[in-house]
């Protein structure tokens, strides 16, 4: 039973247009998330994190968005480049226990020139 | 090293022969971890090791599966009598206690059963 699900294994965008990525959990404990980003051939890489005292956190082209209440984060890639093409995985962890994360299954990202 | 550092990249394997994968963490990086993606599924975690506390082998699927930790560096996972259904790739993770909660994850061991 997945506890971090995406519902949407792929998404394809327009370069400069607004790319946006959908995270759902069930646990009402998890309180930190993560996003990584995955290049085919290497590992998943960090791109953000948002803790659950936040409903907001942004980096550069990239903001997450966290709805408590929903259960719900989105990550919101803006303009998208062709370079973003990926798969973007979530992940959410229990506060003080970030030695196991719940990983979505992940959506590919195609950014098209 | 730079990186973590996972062998093999691949792995091609007859049902019931014991497998054995290697992972090198970033030099430095006091824990360790274990997952593996199967087909269509999210980053499942397998086992945790920090310095030289009991590792956390919550998530090991099976007794099939084991790994150790030496010197407090490279994590080898081995998998005996392997089944179809552990074909997956298979990532290794590690990461200091200054950034516990930003891994940096290998490349991953792409392990399949025939």
């Known amino acids: 039973d997945q506890q971090v699900k995406q519902n949407s294994p792929s998404l394809s965008v327009q370069e400069g247009r607004i790319s946006i990525l959908n995270c759902d959990y069930t646990?009402?404990?998890?309180?930190?998330f993560l996003w990584y980003k995955k290049y085919p051939a290497e590992g998943p890489t960090f791109l953000i994190s948002?803790?659950?005292?936040?409903d907001k956190n942004e980096d550069g082209r990239f903001t997450v968005f966290l709805n408590k209440s929903a259960k719900h984060l989105s990550l919101h890639i803006v303009p998208s480049q062709p370079g973003d093409s990926a798969v973007y995985f979530c992940?959410?962890?229990?506060?003080?226990?970030?030695?196991?994360?719940?990983f979505g299954s992940g959506t590919k990202l195609n950014v098209k020139p | 090293g730079a990186g973590v550092s996972q062998s093999p990249s691949n792995k091609v394997t007859e049902k019931g022969k014991d497998v054995e994968l290697r992972c090198d963490p970033i030099?430095?990086?006091?824990?360790l971890y274990w997952y593996r993606q199967s087909l269509g599924q999210g980053l499942e975690f397998l086992i945790y090791?920090?310095?030289?506390?009991?590792?956390?082998k919550s998530g090991l699927p099976s007794d099939r599966f084991s790994a150790e930790r030496t010197g407090g560096s490279v994590s080898t996972l081995t998998i005996q009598r392997t089944q179809q259904e552990d074909s997956a790739v298979y990532l290794c993770?590690?990461?200091?206690?200054?950034?516990?909660?930003?891994?940096?994850f290998g490349s991953g061991t792409r392990l399949t059963v025939v």
């Open positions: 993770a590690s990461s200091s206690p200054a950034r516990p909660r930003g891994y940096t």
């Open positions: 646990n009402s404990m998890f309180d930190y």
């Open positions: 948002i803790s659950s005292i936040k």
């Open positions: 992940a959410a962890s229990v506060r003080n226990n970030f030695n196991k994360f719940y």
């Open positions: 030099s430095g990086h006091t824990a």
């Open positions: 090791f920090q310095g030289n506390s009991a590792p956390d």
